[in-house]
């Protein structure tokens, strides 16, 4: 499990400064079956 996520997009509201992640749980989908980083996301983002 992770414990600390590390996260660098800072438009998030769960965004806190030296890029950590505040939020309780993160659902992170992908596109089709990924087969890179850039073919997942993040599904708990929230535009701040
Ligand atoms: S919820 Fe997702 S996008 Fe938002 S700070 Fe956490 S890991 Fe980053």
């Known amino acids: 499990m992770a414990k600390d996520v590390l996260c660098e997009v800072d438009t998030c509201v769960h965004w ?11 659902y992170i989908t992908s596109h089709e079956k990924a087969h890179t980083s850039a073919e997942t996301d993040c ?3 929230e535009v701040k």
């Open 16 to 26: 806190h400064s030296g890029n950590k992640c505040a939020a309780e749980q993160i």
């Open 43 to 45: 599904k708990t983002f």
